[in-house]
């Protein structure tokens, strides 16, 4: 990963909205802070916005370094940034945190104003739909009433994807980069497998690790390891580990023989020790149960009939975790609505972390989009 | 894109957007670079899709601002409903595919309307080459056998045959020499064949 950003220094900002915020649970958050971060010049005709979602474990930081952070790239800085495929010299990016997050925006690590104490696992299920109306409510802050495109990859997509359901107005474009109408049965039980892992973890609590001092994470470092099996190729994973042993022979125990093992646990120590399990927990089930096809009876055509934006899809040959099958999904509902789409299928050796990388096929293919996006700004 | 412009480019595309209505819902089987869906699109307020398989086009497409959809003609069309076009246009790529007849077929499914173009096996350059004893190499095939995309050789009669056969019926047939059309000795003088067809 490259630690150069050609945006360089950003600060993050957050936003408090005191109004409640209805929830699709029926629950509501009573007010709620969200972080986030801008980049680029917001043109007079306030036309050039545009709104990046993240994915399970990213936030606000999309692009540009921290001042007092070496390594502090954001997760898409390859993406977006002057000159970049999103070029923050033509558009305002804004990076938003999502709702339950542990980066800064109200989630389970936050005081629970009617209790005085951590919500934990009390923070209510937040679904992608809510996630956008929060998002929706910054826009308004910001005086933005119609983005020039809304983009996300992966769960981030599905951000994308509602916005288009549930303000068709608000965005002249859609982005959606390696995700998927709603997840599959094998999709829901990966999740479920880590959730299981930090759910049966002893420090775990309840959720209310905080008061003990502690956190699950041997279940988080599990349900990690669970999670980036699906987002790698089995390709990718041969090439990059094979059967390669860490120390050249067969140990005959139960420690690190293979270097994928090692890696995997190196990876989900990482993360446990910067990621919050309760966040971890909500996020896969926001997740599981993006559908919105299913106010429809289960057809995409008929959830997505009220679209107005003109739409971008891109997806990975090797994703196996959101095939491009699923991508193919929205684009037949979408043609089936006689709605504008382009869509690329990239043959790509890198499974659905492909959407994160550096390929020039895929990046090209954002940047002429975007380019033509530009010209509508003008 | 202008029509000046478009003949310049491909006239032979100029001669086939005559007989696209304006406002038409166009499929463009096997799109290339979408120089025919951005004449459409521009000139004649059409809507629609263009395939491609290939990167470089899908972007050449993209570049066009002309709606692509990257995929494998050879799987079909199964994303599109039927008679979900007015037009279905499959212009130059058919000779490139390997299961023609199941492609037409659901070209017929999915439009009202097709116009199909390929090159010409019985262009008489072509038999000339044969009578010589060797393929054919020329502008409109310019390949050696051994690396050519075009992996179907068809005459003007060949086609004829099989659109019937898959339930089109041919409302028009020309036969274009460097876009123009020939009247005289058509699958001997032209290089490339024009379909307009109808689902009978």
């Known amino acids: 990963m490259n630690n150069m950003s050609s945006l360089g220094i950003v600060t993050p900002q957050s936003m408090h909205f005191a109004a409640a915020l209805a929830l699709q649970s029926g629950a509501s958050l009573a007010d709620y802070t969200l972080m986030y971060e801008t980049y680029g010049t917001l043109n007079a005709a306030r036309s050039n916005a545009v709104l990046v979602c993240h994915a399970l474990n990213a936030s606000h930081h999309v692009a540009g370094m921290y001042a007092d952070q070496t390594k502090s790239s954001g997760w898409w800085d390859n993406m977006v940034g002057p000159g970049k495929a999103l070029d923050t010299d033509k558009f305002f990016v804004i990076g938003v945190n999502n709702l339950g997050s542990c980066f800064g925006s109200t989630g389970p690590m936050h005081i629970n104003p009617s209790t005085g104490k951590p919500y934990g696992a009390s923070f209510p299920v937040v679904t992608v739909e809510d996630w956008v109306n929060a998002q929706a409510r910054l826009a308004d802050a910001l005086g933005i009433h119609q983005f020039a495109a809304v983009m996300g990859g992966s769960l981030g997509g599905m951000q994308a994807l509602a916005w288009s359901i549930m303000y068709p107005a608000r965005l002249r474009h859609c982005v959606i980069v390696a995700s998927t109408p709603k997840l599959s049965a094998q999709n829901i039980a990966f999740n479920d497998v880590a959730r299981q892992a930090i759910l049966t973890d002893p420090d775990f609590h309840g959720g209310d690790y905080y008061a003990h001092g502690v956190v699950p994470k041997n279940g988080l470092s599990v349900a990690r390891m669970i999670g980036h099996i699906t987002y790698l190729s089995d390709d990718d994973m041969a090439e990059k580990f094979g059967r390669d042993l860490r120390n050249g022979a067969y140990q005959f125990g139960f420690g690190v023989d293979f270097e994928i093992e090692s890696y995997l646990r190196y990876q989900g120590l990482k993360f446990s020790e910067y990621f919050d399990a309760n966040t971890y927990l909500l996020i896969t089930k926001a997740l599981d149960y993006f559908d919105p096809a299913r106010a429809c009876g289960g057809d995409l055509s008929c959830a997505l009939a009220e679209t107005q934006a003109q739409f971008l899809l891109v997806s990975f040959s090797t994703d196996w975790r959101f095939a491009p099958e699923r991508s193919r999904e929205i684009v037949q509902a979408l043609v089936n609505n006689q709605r504008r789409v382009t869509y690329a299928e990239i043959d790509a050796p890198h499974g659905h972390d492909a959407f994160l990388l550096e390929d020039p096929r895929y990046h090209n293919l954002v940047r002429t989009y975007y380019d033509r996006i530009a010209l509508e700004c003008a | ?200």
């Not at chain 2, 951005?38 to 629609?48: A, P």
């Not at chain 2, 990167?55 to 692509?68: C, F, M, P, Y």
């Not at chain 2, 502008?139 to 004829?160: G, H, M, Q, V």
């Not at chain 2, 339930?167 to 047939?173: K, N, P, R, T």
Request: aromatic share 10%; proline share 4%.
């Open chain 2, 1 to 200: 894109m202008n029509f000046n412009e478009l003949s310049v480019l491909r006239p032979d595309l100029a001669f086939i957007a005559h007989w696209i209505k304006p406002g038409a819902h166009i499929l463009d089987v096997g799109c290339g670079d979408g120089v025919m869906l951005d004449y459409l699109q521009t000139d004649k307020q059409c809507s629609g899709y263009g395939i491609e398989i290939a990167d470089e086009r899908v972007l050449a497409s993209t570049k066009r601002g002309i709606n692509v959809i990257q995929q494998n003609m050879e799987n079909g069309l199964a994303i599109f409903a039927d008679k979900a076009f007015d037009t279905v246009l499959c212009l130059s790529s058919l000779q490139m595919m390997v299961n023609v007849e199941a492609i037409l077929r659901d070209i017929a499914r999915v439009g009202r309307e097709a116009i199909v173009s390929f090159p010409n096996f019985a262009y008489w350059p072509h038999r000339l080459a044969l009578i010589g004893g060797r393929m054919p190499v020329s502008k409109s095939l310019p390949y050696e056998w051994y690396d050519t995309p075009n992996i179907r050789c068809a005459t003007i009669y060949d086609f004829e045959e099989l659109a019937n056969q898959v339930g089109l019926q041919v409302i028009e047939c020309v036969a274009l020499n460097d876009g123009r059309p020939v009247t005289f000795l058509p699958n001997w003088r032209g290089n490339l064949a024009v379909f307009r067809l109808q689902k009978k």
